[in-house]
């Protein structure tokens, strides 16, 4: 019976650090950071970010981590497990939700980049001219089928790993895939950095120009931070319920954000020496990784092998977190409904493929159809990654910093009573972290 069953548990130290680190690095580190950065003047914007990470991040992760393991339960039931009667369980099921949401929306992205992956080895994306790149984007985004088939393409696969169970599913295929994408990684960034006229693409991401700063990168620096890290949403808390006693929180916590945050640094050095050294535009936003790089590709020797790995190492990148935003509503679904771990993929699994493909076709054929003036895509994009996410990470602080006692939280994370760290984090979780959660999503909604 299910119920009796143990449950599962990641295997190995080195396991769960990849596959937390999977879940963060994703479409975050390598299609979206870049062209943030790119729009918000390089640099200056990359320190800003770093001090997001360390001041609101690591400590919202460590507390994710820390409730997950502390009740050994998925997102909703692990609050109702450490608060029995109080209403902080709210936020594991607006988790849930935003699980939903997101992963509709992120099947679809990642099903383009299978089939630029695809056209990039087929030979047909480097053959076209490169002022065709906005229109061929803008066109595959926009035909009712041939997006939808790739996002069902990568939604079997996502449901295919997250049915193998923790261990043998999410943290083995993690365990393959995520040094995989580094090396590939590796070698974008080394063919990026040593083309003729890198120069001016490296120090536009090491030589600071703040004046290039304005009051909406620091919001969209620290709403990143968020979404990157895989932080509000009970992802961290669920990945945390697998775990052992013995586990270092603080520690995994520490590596799997300057994983997070070195993969996006390394997508930076993939992608701007190379824009740079062909005269493209740094500025390029979201079309940076779908209308800019190809353009880039092609005038590399090699191109076709180059863009090849380079958006084959995107699909990976988005498969690893995908399967950690799935694992969301399946741990509850199978906690609350005794649900095998079977039907609760397949279930979910299917309805948010359903649902993505709404948000395939808000892009064509429906997109006559908005809700609040966006269409649909874009509206569970701002509903979940601006409003749920940033709100889930303010009660997660709260919880911690000030639901449980100073001394439970200390002994939960495995800090000792006096450690300063300890205190610095309590700290950040009780003061910093919230107001800066609240500035950003008060700035979402259009109220500053
Ligand atoms: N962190 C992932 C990325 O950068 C996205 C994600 C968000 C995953 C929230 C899980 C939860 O692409």
């Known amino acids: 019976m299910e119920e009796t069953k143990k449950r599962d548990q990641f295997g190995s130290r080195i396991g769960f650090i990849l596959a937390a680190a999977g879940s963060a690095i994703g479409l975050g580190n390598i299609w979206k950071f870049p062209y943030i950065t790119g729009e918000n003047g390089g640099s200056a914007f990359i320190i800003v970010y770093l001090i997001a990470i360390a001041l609101v991040g690591f400590p919202v992760m460590l507390s994710e981590f820390l409730i997950g393991r502390k009740a050994q339960k998925d997102a909703v039931n692990s ?68 997006p939808i088939l790739y996002q069902i393409l990568f939604m079997v696969l996502t449901i295919a790993i997250v049915l193998g169970g923790v261990k043998k ?41 703040f004046s ?33 006693k013995k586990e270092n929180l603080p520690m995994a916590a520490v590596n799997v954000s300057i994983a997070d945050t070195a993969i996006a640094l390394l997508a930076g050095f993939a992608i701007f020496p190379a824009v740079f050294a062909f005269g493209m535009e740094a500025g390029g936003g979201p079309g940076l990784l779908f209308m800019t790089l190809p353009a880039v590709f092609q005038q590399l020797p090699l191109g076709t092998f180059f863009a090849t790995i380079f958006f084959a190492l995107v699909v990976i990148a988005a498969l690893t977190s995908a399967i950690s935003i799935l694992e969301v509503p399946v741990a509850f679904f199978t906690e609350k409904f005794k649900w095998s771990r079977a039907k609760a993929t397949w279930f979910l699994g299917i309805v948010i493929t359903l649902v993505g493909m709404v948000a395939s076709l808000s892009y064509g054929p429906w997109g006559g159809f908005t809700i609040g003036g966006k269409v649909f895509f874009d509206q569970l994009d701002f509903v979940a990654s601006y409003i749920l996410l940033p709100l889930g990470g303010f009660f997660i602080a709260l919880f911690v910093a000030w639901g449980m006692k100073r001394k439970e939280a200390f002994e939960a994370a495995g800090y000792e009573e006096k450690s300063s760290f300890g205190s610095f984090w309590i700290f950040t979780l009780k003061f910093i972290a919230p107001i800066l959660i609240i500035i950003v999503f008060l700035n979402s909604i259009g109220i500053i």
Do not use: C, N
């Open 212 to 244: 290039a700063l304005t009051a909406t990168s620091f919001l969209v620096a620290l709403g990143h931070a968020f979404f990157s890290l895989s932080l509000g949403m009970g992802t961290m808390i669920t990945y945390g319920s697998y775990l052992s």
């Open 169 to 209: 599913g999410i943290e083995k295929w993690s365990k393959i895939l995520m040094p995989l994408l580094l090396v590939l990684l590796l070698i974008v960034v080394a063919r990026s950095v040593t083309l003729e006229g890198a120069s001016a693409g490296i120090e536009f991401l090491l030589k600071p120009d």
């Open 79 to 146: 609050f109702k497990t450490l608060a029995p009667g109080k209403p902080w369980y709210f936020t594991g099921y607006m988790g849930v939700v935003a699980a939903f949401m997101i992963l509709s929306f992120y099947g679809v992205v990642a099903g383009w980049t299978i089939t630029y992956t695809w056209e990039a080895v087929s030979g047909s994306l480097l053959s076209m001219d490169a002022s065709q790149y906005p229109d061929h984007f803008v066109e595959l985004i926009s035909s009712p089928l041939k």
